[in-house]
Nanobody, 128 residues
Framework: QVRLVESGGGSVQSGGSLRLSCVAS????????MAWFRQAPGQERERVAT??????????DSVADRFTVSQDAADSETNEITLQMNSLKPDDTAMYYC???????????????????WGQGTQVTVSS
């Protein structure tokens, strides 16, 4: 059974940094894409960053010059990615979710509906 577990959320002041981690376990096949999404209260869940198993990365425009996604470990049963978030702003406040899928669409999907596996989320709060 595939399981995604996020960690590293917390509360910081504007301009601070946080590092989120996501460990995917129980894999019986390659996860073609892993992604970070976020959802603020009353807002839609939006893509933050994606990384595929070739190392291709995408970012939302709002975070492209401040966040960095990387794959730290991958084997036949587990996969781990991190999201380094610098220069955080109050607008970055949200629940951050890790997502994964094993279907290859030619590139990593940007919408939540195409991700089959999700973590429980980790809260990030940025105060001004």
């Amino acid at each position: 059974q595939v399981r995604l577990v996020e960690s590293g959320g917390g509360s910081v002041q504007s301009g601070g940094s946080l590092r989120l981690s996501c460990v995917a376990s129980g894999l019986s096949y390659v996860m073609r894409c892993m992604a970070w999404f976020r959802q603020a209260p009353g807002q839609e869940r939006e893509r933050v960053a994606t990384i595929d198993n070739y190392g291709t990365i995408t970012y939302a425009d709002s975070v492209a010059d401040r966040f960095t996604v990387s794959q730290d470990a991958a084997d036949s049963e587990t996969n781990e990615i991190t999201l380094q978030m610098n220069s955080l702003k109050p607008d970055d406040t949200a629940m951050y979710y890790c997502a994964a899928n094993s279907v290859w669409y030619g590139s990593c999907p940007l919408t939540r509906s195409q991700y089959a596996y999700w973590g429980q989320g980790t809260q990030v709060t940025v105060s001004s």
